[in-house]
């Protein structure tokens, strides 16, 4: 009986892990808890080093120039690209 009610719990949280999404983010407006959090294998230095490059240099206009920042490369970036969001703000 133990067994079946471990089962039970283990499977119960593996089910909820998998209901757990990340949300589609606009990098040019997320903060860097937000990019860090919803952005996979982003934590929170090279979500830093995101908004430092978007407020080094301005917004992004492209998914492509998060290329150009230290610790994002290809395989990060095609990892996201159905989560990131480009979004310009202008005021």
Not at 8 to 14: D, G, H, R, T, W
Not at 20 to 42: C, D, H, S, T, Y
Request: proline share 1%.
């Amino acid at each position: 009986m133990r067994i079946g009610k471990t089962l039970l719990l283990c499977l119960a949280l593996c089910l909820g892990a998998v209901s757990i999404q990340a949300q589609p983010i606009n990098i040019n407006q997320a903060n860097v808890e937000e990019i860090a959090e919803n952005l996979q294998q982003v934590g929170m230095v090279k979500a830093q080093a995101i908004v430092d490059y978007r407020d080094e240099h301005g917004e992004y206009h492209d998914i492509d120039q998060l290329l150009q920042v230290r610790g994002i490369g290809i395989s990060t970036l095609e990892l996201n690209k159905d989560l990131i969001v480009v979004e310009t703000i202008t005021e």
